[in-house]
């Protein structure tokens, strides 16, 4: 978004969703930097609005006229300068709208109503709140998000980084993200014009540390994973990692699984990979396809989720709803079987945390120590390189060294 020049000298305002924000442009008698005053909002632009500026940007002239450099008092500082409050509102705002428009470029042929309840299109729209909710979590509340954007000091990118952020359980990644997502704010401010100030945060160093998950589930752990949950009443649970199991997917694409994805005769099994926005199929095993045929499918309407909510309908319980209370459960029985003993605010401890994730990682390694080609792994994660399946896969070095002997072994057992 950017700030439209009015008639009036110094004059600018903000158009959002919601209302039209106008502004006052002046030099800091001191500093001489350009700063900007917030007026006033309104519904809608109108010449009357334009009046009431001309009004109130006469009385800061004024002010402005007899500030008395020797003088600084804490008040006569424009506390309506913007926060990082208000231009991390302005910021999501501008993003979701952005996002829905080349949605709906993207999705032409869908109605309205279409457009608003597709799946898909929700869970894009949701990513970008997601990160909103995230950074508000993070900053909200803090000091440096509140003052005056143009008075945040180095003390208080210190402050705030020592007493608020390294204060709450996130891990040195999220720590690095939110710190990073705080940058792009201020960027965003000041390539839209929104702000007229160096980014304070642009020569913050923050370590972005490289996570290596290392904990893979055995033939073994996955069986009595499976097996636990099976004894469970709510068979939600159950079928949620059967179908991790079977497809190897991620737990929003698991949710997602509806009756019409499963061909029984060729034994394969459409899936949504949200990461890239496209779809794609995959085999599934006989006995796979045996059990969901007769266990599941014959429950199901051709339009219906495999994962089904057990409220009524006239609850309006949406699908990533039904997900997250069944991962809830999951994740408590997983606690149970496997991080009882793990300490998850120690950022090296959580490489080894189980979570639904690590489902598709076990059986991206368990098929590679069966000897499944890579290449194979590959398709079957549905990956855009090798490199990327090779990430996944946890193989030990005495693993690796072994095939590397085998090789060296035939090659040379003439010599």
Request: glycine residues 2%; charged residues 30%.
């Amino acid at each position: 978004m950017k700030l439209i020049k009015t008639e009036i000298p110094g004059v600018y305002y903000l158009e959002n969703k919601q209302n039209i924000t106008y502004y006052f442009s002046y030099k800091d008698p001191i500093t001489k930097i350009t700063k900007r005053k917030k007026l006033f909002s309104e519904k809608e632009h109108l010449t009357k609005h334009l009046k009431k500026c001309v009004i109130m940007s006469n009385e800061i002239k004024e002010t402005l006229k007899n500030y008395n450099s020797s003088e600084i008092i804490e008040n006569q500082e424009f506390k309506n300068y913007i926060s990082l409050n208000e231009l991390t509102k302005i910021y999501f705002e501008d993003r979701i709208n952005t996002k829905k428009r080349i949605l709906k470029e993207k999705y032409n042929h869908l109605t309205n109503e279409e457009f608003e309840n597709n799946v898909l299109i929700k869970k894009q729209i949701y990513n970008v709140t997601k990160e909103l909710l995230r950074i508000n979590k993070n900053i909200q509340n803090s000091k440096i998000s509140q003052i005056n954007i143009n008075r945040i000091t180095k003390i208080d990118i210190k402050e705030y980084i020592e007493n608020d952020l390294f204060n709450t359980n996130l891990s040195q990644k999220s720590k690095f993200m939110v710190i990073s997502q705080i940058k792009t704010i201020f960027n965003y401010g000041i390539k839209n014009e929104i702000i007229n100030i160096k980014n304070p945060f642009e020569y913050l160093k923050f370590q972005n540390p490289q996570r290596t998950r290392k904990r893979v589930l055995s033939e073994e752990e996955i069986t009595l994973l499976l097996k636990t949950l099976k004894k469970e009443e709510n068979i939600n649970l159950y079928l949620c990692v059967y179908l991790g199991v079977l497809t190897g997917s991620r737990s929003n694409t698991v949710l997602n699984i509806k009756k019409n994805d499963i061909d029984t005769k060729n034994k394969t099994i459409n899936l949504n990979n949200f990461k890239t926005n496209k779809f794609y199929k995959i085999g599934i095993s006989e006995t796979g396809t045996k059990w969901i045929e007769e266990k599941i499918l014959p429950f199901r309407e051709n339009d219906e989720y495999l994962i089904k909510s057990d409220f009524n309908e006239k609850n309006n319980i949406k699908q990533t709803q039904i997900l997250a209370n069944v991962q809830k459960k999951v994740y408590e029985i997983m606690n149970t079987l496997f991080n009882e003993n793990i300490n998850k605010k120690n950022n090296y401890e959580r490489d080894n945390v189980v979570n639904f994730h690590t489902i598709r990682r076990s059986i991206s390694t368990n098929l590679v120590k069966n000897g499944a080609n890579v290449y194979n792994v590959m398709k079957f994660l549905n990956h855009s390189s090798i490199d990327q399946t090779m990430k996944y896969l946890n193989l030990e070095n005495h693993e690796i060294n072994n095939d590397v002997n085998n090789l060296m072994n035939n090659i040379f057992k003439d010599f």
